[in-house]
């Protein structure tokens, strides 16, 4: 199965280079209280106003993040340290909380956003470099924005997009285990509510703008929160006839049709999200169930991987999608 290279990581790290300070073209999620509040995404976040959006500015500096972590003696090394460093300031990040904390930002960016930020600082806290410590305050406001939330999310949300609950609590994850037990807990407790009872997915995928596998993220978000003999059982009864390679969709990567689409070009997100899952669910099965799983990670791999970059609508984002797949 493919792998991270030296040469994709700095091919990754260029990309993203590119767009985490290119501030437009530019979609906010913003609601304005009044005249005051028509700002451009600079003024409105200092750090994450580049990448065509907030959340993909996250993960853009997910991206440079980890590609420094695993090669750091990368050519674009010193480009990365020095935009965190103009980046991560104590200054910026008051700013972003300044903006969480206006009453029409209750929803702002959730729960992908969320999930993203905090999965950013996981990352961060890898790092021999104050950069966590900074950004701190900012995590601390997303992890509790989590604790106000889940107690009254009576139902999960079911979708291959930015709302998908399964998704924020798989990245989130990440966060909780290193930094936040307490939080953590409420994840699994809340993935059991949602989803333990799920069985024989039925698989109705893919729409023609979804980038993550509604199916496959919950099991990942439950194979990270659930003890390993818990989620065993559950996933064969969740997805029973993976030896058998149904449901066929989820063996079949999708066809992108315009990668200049913002929409379509989501497809090319979802076979990498799809390898990433189904790369990280594999080591759980065994036999004939295994097989299909890896085989199934290395073509929606190959389906998708080279078209990382290209059209802007694709590449502000694609290469995070892609990171996840290759380091699972």
């Known amino acids: 199965m493919s792998s991270l290279s030296a040469e994709l990581a700095s091919s990754f790290a260029r990309i993203a280079l590119g767009h985490v300070g290119r501030e437009y073209p530019n979609k906010l999620d913003h609601v304005l209280e009044g005249p005051q509040d028509a700002l451009g995404p600079r003024a409105l976040h200092p ?17 440079l993040a980890v590609c420094l972590r695993l090669f750091p003696d990368l050519p674009e090394a010193p480009a990365i340290r020095a935009r965190f460093e103009e980046a991560f300031t104590p200054q910026n990040v008051a700013a972003e909380v300044a903006y969480l904390a206006r ?27 104050p950069w966590a410590a900074t950004l701190q305050p900012l995590a601390d406001a997303f992890a509790q924005r989590f604790r106000d939330f889940l107690p009254v999310a009576g139902y999960p949300i079911r979708t291959g997009v930015h709302s998908s609950t399964s998704f924020a609590l798989a990245l989130s994850a990440d966060y909780a285990r290193v930094a936040d037990p307490a939080l953590l807990d409420l994840f699994a ?10 069985r024989d997915a039925q698989a109705w995928e893919p729409s023609l703008d979804e980038f993550l596998s509604a199916t496959l993220v919950t099991a990942e978000c439950l194979r990270r929160l659930l003890p390993p003999d818990e989620f065993k059982a559950w ?23 315009d990668r200049t689409d913002g929409k379509i070009v989501h497809l090319d997100g979802l076979n990498l999200s799809r390898a990433w899952c189904w790369r990280s669910l594999a080591p759980t099965l065994s036999g004939p169930a295994r097989a299909a799983a890896e ?34």
């Open 189 to 198: 407790a809340k993935a059991r509510a949602w989803h333990g009872h799920d």
């Open 47 to 63: 750090i994450f106003y580049g990448s065509f959006d907030w959340h993909s500015c996250v993960h853009g500096y997910w991206t």
């Open 295 to 328: 085989e199934a990670a290395h073509v929606h791999l190959a389906a998708s991987l080279p078209h990382v970059a290209g059209d802007y609508m694709g590449e502000h984002w694609l290469a995070s999608f892609a990171l996840l797949a290759l380091t699972a």
């Open 103 to 129: 009453p029409s930002s209750r929803g702002f960016e959730r729960p992908y956003g969320w999930g993203w930020l905090l999965k950013l600082q996981a990352e961060l806290l890898a790092h021999a470099a």
């Open 235 to 257: 996933f064969a009864a969740y997805l029973p006839h993976i030896a058998e390679r149904r449901p066929a969709t989820l063996f079949t990567p999708a066809v992108v049709t």
